[in-house]
């Protein structure tokens, strides 16, 4: 139980919730997209997953054993009409919207699919919501870059300015006023839908193979046996395991389908002891995996713009929900290095997998163990 203000609150997660319900994911071969399908199908949700091919090879989505256990849709968010026939022939109930160009650096190189992609993209995924009257909850996940970000030392509120710098940000702060506009325009007297809009940190984790984000670095470098290059050590972000969010998302979704009260726009991201510069981030690495792990600062001249610190103030979702997080930065490590070492051994992901989701749930008092 949490003591919040004088609210008590008993965060839990109720995965039965999700049995049997049929829950459609955007983006599902991705890296957070396939550990919510994992969630999902342990839950015994019926998933239909639409997405573009896994984006990353090797790829989360290829070793986590969930393809065969749901309906998979390989197709692109800015395709309307294939996307309107899927809507028309699964009838979700609920709705994760987690399909991206997620990379910052890669929307510099590709301005314009990256705006295709995150703003078309979540206007055809409204579109279907608002011709499909079996849809009772979508979440629209964007992220923390979706502020005007002004490098100060305190966390950004959700009544902020939305104005991300970069081609990737400044297309998350648009999908956010996509989602705006729908709410305003088409959805506002559908008593029977909510929808919201979830502004997450940076998530790491196990099975993450992104270019240019820093923990994949650490590991590929491991892999080969390389010293980790660091292009930028000394800037600052907020760290959180990819469970923490997805259980925020699980829960906003399962508690605006009951109560149309729980529709808004969250941050949800770690505590301010877990906003650490990447430096701090890469040496922690190096000792959780051990074995003469080092790095090194490979900062480039000239390049492009990203941001030096930025973290979120996430007041309301822990006052709303009595969310907190659990597993800090040391905790994330540790979970970071030990699938990245079953992955490399050949052992078993899925598994590993399981035991991370069973041994989080534990310590949320999550129902359904």
């Given at each position: 139980?949490?003591?919040?203000?004088?609210l008590?609150v008993?965060?839990?997660?109720?995965?039965?919730?999700?049995?049997?319900k049929?829950?459609?994911?955007?983006g599902?071969?991705?890296?957070?997209?396939?550990w919510?399908?994992?969630?999902?199908i342990?839950?015994?949700?019926k998933?239909?997953?639409?997405?573009l091919?896994?984006?990353?090879?090797?790829?989360?989505?290829?070793?986590?054993?969930?393809?065969?256990?749901?309906?998979?849709?390989?197709?692109?968010?800015?395709?309307?009409?294939?996307?309107?026939?899927?809507?028309?022939?699964?009838?979700?109930?609920?709705?994760?919207?987690?399909?991206?160009?997620?990379?910052?650096?890669?929307?510099?190189?590709?301005?314009?699919?990256?705006?295709?992609?995150?703003?078309?993209?979540?206007?055809?995924?409204?579109?279907?919501?608002?011709?499909?009257?079996?849809?009772?909850?979508?979440?629209?996940?964007?992220?923390?870059?979706v502020?005007?970000?002004?490098?100060?030392?305190?966390?950004?509120?959700?009544?902020?300015?939305?104005?991300?710098?970069?081609?990737?940000?400044?297309?998350?702060?648009?999908?956010?006023?996509v989602?705006?506009?729908?709410?305003?325009?088409?959805?506002?007297?559908?008593?029977?839908?909510?929808?919201?809009?979830?502004?997450?940190?940076?998530?790491?984790?196990?099975?993450?193979?992104?270019?240019?984000?820093?923990?994949?670095?650490?590991?590929?470098?491991?892999?080969?046996?390389?010293?980790?290059?660091?292009?930028?050590?000394?800037?600052?972000?907020?760290?959180?395991?990819?469970?923490?969010?997805?259980a925020?998302?699980?829960?906003i979704?399962?508690?605006?389908?009951?109560?149309?009260?729980?529709?808004?726009?969250?941050?949800?991201?770690?505590?301010?002891?877990d906003?650490?510069?990447?430096?701090?981030?890469?040496?922690?690495?190096?000792?959780?995996?051990?074995?003469?792990?080092?790095?090194?600062?490979?900062?480039?001249?000239?390049?492009?713009?990203?941001?030096?610190?930025l973290?979120?103030?996430?007041?309301?979702?822990?006052?709303?929900?009595?969310?907190?997080?659990?597993?800090?930065?040391?905790?994330?490590?540790?979970?970071?290095?030990?699938?990245?070492?079953?992955?490399?051994?050949?052992?078993?992901?899925?598994?590993?997998?399981d035991?991370?989701?069973?041994?989080?749930?534990?310590?949320?008092?999550?129902?359904?163990?």
């Open positions: 139980m949490e003591n919040l203000g004088g008590i008993d965060y839990k997660v109720d995965l039965d919730f999700y049995k049997d049929k829950v459609l994911i955007t599902h071969t991705g890296f957070k997209g396939t919510l399908t994992r969630i999902l342990n839950a015994g949700a998933v239909c997953g639409y997405s091919n896994p984006p990353t090879n090797p790829s989360l989505f290829a070793i986590a054993d969930v393809e065969d256990k749901i309906k998979h849709v390989v197709g692109d968010v800015r395709d309307l009409d294939y996307l309107k026939k899927i809507f028309e022939e699964f009838q979700p109930e609920i709705v994760f919207h987690l399909a991206a160009q997620p990379i910052v650096r890669d929307s510099y190189k590709e301005p314009v699919y990256t705006y295709e992609t995150n703003v078309m993209g979540t206007v055809n995924i409204m579109e279907c919501v608002r011709l499909n009257s079996c849809v009772k909850s979508v979440l629209n996940v964007t992220t923390d870059k502020y005007h970000n002004n490098e100060w030392c305190w966390g950004y509120r959700e009544d902020e300015p939305l104005d991300g710098f970069d081609p990737y940000s400044n297309s998350k702060s648009c999908s956010e006023l989602t705006h506009s729908y709410l305003n325009s088409f959805f506002y007297n559908r008593s029977n839908l909510s929808v919201s809009t979830a502004r997450a940190g940076n998530v790491i984790g196990g099975g993450d193979f992104a270019n240019d984000r820093i923990i994949p670095d650490c590991v590929r470098a491991m892999k080969d046996g390389r010293i980790i290059g660091v292009r930028n050590p000394y800037s600052t972000r907020p760290y959180q395991h990819v469970l923490e969010p997805l925020v998302y699980l829960t979704v399962q508690k605006q389908y009951e109560d149309k009260k729980y529709q808004g726009f969250y941050n949800v991201g770690p505590d301010d002891s906003c650490v510069t990447t430096g701090d981030l890469v040496e922690l690495f190096c000792k959780c995996w051990g074995e003469d792990a080092k790095w090194e600062n490979q900062a480039e001249k000239d390049a492009p713009h990203e941001a030096n610190f973290k979120l103030d996430c007041s309301k979702v822990k006052a709303t929900f009595g969310w907190k997080p659990r597993w800090h930065i040391n905790k994330c490590m540790d979970m970071v290095c030990r699938f990245s070492k079953v992955w490399i051994s050949g052992g078993n992901v899925p598994a590993e997998m035991r991370e989701i069973n041994e989080f749930r534990r310590e949320l008092s999550l129902i359904h163990i």
